[in-house]
């Protein structure tokens, strides 16, 4: 297949944004706040909220990573122009953060959407406990009708804990969420073969469905002022959210209702995986080599066939020796295998709880804990199920 075509994008990447049931919308500070006086763009802000509180009324998820808490606090520090020292920059984005999350809170609140904090720095997504507790995180307040809005964390990141943007952060989000499209609102309208300022005739590149070695040249020299690492960051955003089956969009958001313009056929870049994504993670959980095993009853067994987590109670005996968040396996007690999981709890925890209710999991181990032994999320049944 073709790496890349040119041609309209309002037919496939728009009909995936409208089928989401996961979505997540990067947006940077130039969007948010303006650029001479340092103030929160409102009106602009007013309208995306309206986009998200419209997509989540037709079921679907959406997460927000934002930046704008160092711009929106400099302002209110009445710090000078130019680059900030660290400590300024770590001061700026703590008042900041609670202005932007004001902000988000009263742009979605008119809707009756319920907007949460989340604060991420580089180490929670690559340290494996942290990485999973963000991700419970995210499940619960999805599951509880709240928009989680993200940024990375300034007021306590240095150089070697900082993501450093929002494009790559936006994408290690889409896969903690298993997003099915994610949305980089920026200041141009995609991936040009050529940068467009310079060159009359570039081409704009609607879809692109294998980033190759032509498609990483076209990067070089796209965008605005200080763009050329802004679209690599972008290709690097769109390598991680399909590599997990997550389409990817880029297209300019400055415009009143960016998303519903996105969905309307505005135009963009669209960067589609061969799967989606819940395919691409089960497909991950079935080839990793589990490092234990949850042998199960005949009861949990039909559960599990049923589309259910697996709960303690199921549990009969746990085999080997894992921490949170690895892969095991999942057998009947006749030692049938019947699939693969990510365990909810390390071994050692596993033995105390297993063959109880999950009411009865704090008592037994002293802390509050997930419900499940392994939650239907992060489970491939070899049955299909």
Same mark, same amino acid.
């Given at each position: 297949?073709?790496?890349?075509?040119?041609?309209?994008?309002?037919?496939?990447?728009?009909?995936?944004?409208?089928?989401?049931?996961?979505?997540?919308?990067?947006?940077?500070?130039?969007?948010?706040?303006?650029?001479?006086?340092?103030?929160?763009?409102?009106?602009?802000?007013?309208?995306?909220?309206?986009?998200?509180?419209?997509?989540?009324?037709?079921?679907?998820?959406?997460?927000?990573?934002?930046?704008?808490?160092?711009?929106?606090?400099?302002?209110?520090?009445?710090?000078?122009?130019?680059?900030?020292?660290?400590?300024?920059?770590?001061?700026?984005?703590?008042?900041?953060?609670?202005?932007?999350?004001?902000?988000?809170?009263?742009?979605?609140?008119?809707?009756?959407?319920?907007?949460?904090?989340?604060?991420?720095?580089?180490?929670?997504?690559?340290?494996?406990?942290?990485?999973?507790?963000?991700?419970?995180?995210?499940?619960?307040?999805?599951?509880?009708?709240?928009?989680?809005?993200?940024?990375?964390?300034?007021?306590?990141?240095?150089?070697?804990?900082?993501?450093?943007?929002?494009?790559?952060?936006?994408?290690?989000?889409?896969?903690?969420?298993?997003?099915?499209?994610?949305?980089?609102?920026?200041?141009?309208?995609?991936?040009?073969?050529?940068?467009?300022?310079?060159?009359?005739?570039?081409?704009?590149? +609607?879809? #692109?469905?294998?980033?190759? &070695?032509?498609?990483? /040249? %076209?990067? =070089? $020299?796209?965008?605005?002022?200080?763009? @050329? *690492? +802004?679209? #690599?960051?972008?290709?690097? &955003?769109?390598?991680? /959210? %399909?590599? =997990? $089956?997550?389409?990817?969009?880029?297209? @300019? *958001?400055?415009?009143?209702?960016?998303?519903? &313009?996105?969905?309307?056929?505005?135009?963009?870049?669209?960067?589609?995986?061969?799967?989606?994504?819940?395919?691409?993670?089960?497909?991950?959980?079935?080839?990793?080599?589990?490092?234990?095993?949850?042998?199960?009853?005949?009861?949990?067994?039909?559960?599990?066939?049923?589309?259910?987590?697996?709960?303690?109670?199921?549990?009969?005996?746990?085999?080997?020796?894992?921490?949170?968040?690895?892969?095991?396996?999942?057998?009947?007690?006749?030692?049938?295998?019947?699939?693969?999981?990510?365990?909810?709890?390390?071994?050692?925890?596993?033995?105390?709880?297993?063959?109880?209710?999950?009411?009865?999991?704090?008592?037994?181990?002293?802390?509050?804990?997930?419900?499940?032994?392994?939650?239907?999320?992060?489970?491939?049944?070899?049955?299909?199920?």
């Amino acid at each position: 297949m073709a790496p890349l075509t040119s041609d309209d994008t309002s037919g496939e990447g728009a009909g995936r944004l409208k089928a989401a049931r996961t979505l997540v919308v990067k947006i940077g500070s130039a969007l948010l706040v303006d650029a001479g006086t340092g103030a929160l763009r409102d009106a602009w802000l007013k309208t995306l909220a309206a986009d998200v509180a419209a997509i989540r009324a037709r079921g679907t998820d959406v997460v927000i990573v934002s930046s704008g808490s160092i711009a929106l606090g400099r302002r209110a520090l009445k710090l000078p122009r130019g680059a900030l020292t660290l400590e300024q920059s770590q001061a700026a984005a703590a008042v900041g953060q609670i202005r932007l999350a004001r902000a988000y809170e009263e742009a979605l609140a008119p809707h009756g959407v319920i907007s949460a904090q989340v604060l991420l720095t580089l180490d929670d997504t690559q340290n494996r406990r942290r990485y999973l507790n963000a991700r419970a995180t995210l499940q619960e307040l999805l599951a509880n009708g709240a928009t989680p809005v993200v940024n990375e964390n300034d007021t306590v990141a240095t150089d070697e804990i900082r993501y450093g943007d929002n494009d790559r952060l936006g994408a290690r989000v889409a896969q903690i969420a298993d997003a099915d499209v994610l949305v980089l609102l920026s200041d141009v309208d995609g991936l040009y073969d050529k940068n467009p300022r310079d060159f009359e005739g570039a081409s704009h590149i +609607g879809v #692109v469905r294998e980033i190759s &070695a032509e498609i990483e /040249a %076209m990067a =070089g $020299g796209t965008g605005t002022e200080g763009a @050329k *690492g +802004g679209m #690599v960051t972008k290709l690097m &955003a769109a390598k991680t /959210a %399909m590599r =997990g $089956g997550c389409a990817m969009a880029i297209t @300019k *958001g400055a415009v009143d209702h960016p998303l519903a &313009a996105l969905e309307n056929g505005a135009l963009a870049t669209w960067f589609l995986p061969k799967e989606d994504a819940a395919r691409a993670k089960k497909q991950w959980i079935a080839g990793m080599k589990p490092m234990g095993a949850f042998i199960v009853d005949a009861g949990a067994a039909r559960a599990l066939g049923q589309g259910k987590s697996l709960l303690p109670a199921g549990v009969k005996r746990v085999v080997g020796s894992f921490e949170r968040g690895d892969p095991v396996a999942i057998e009947s007690e006749e030692g049938a295998a019947l699939g693969a999981a990510l365990a909810s709890y390390s071994a050692v925890e596993a033995r105390v709880i297993a063959g109880r209710r999950s009411g009865e999991i704090e008592e037994l181990l002293g802390y509050p804990g997930r419900a499940a032994m392994a939650h239907r999320d992060d489970m491939v049944l070899w049955g299909g199920a």
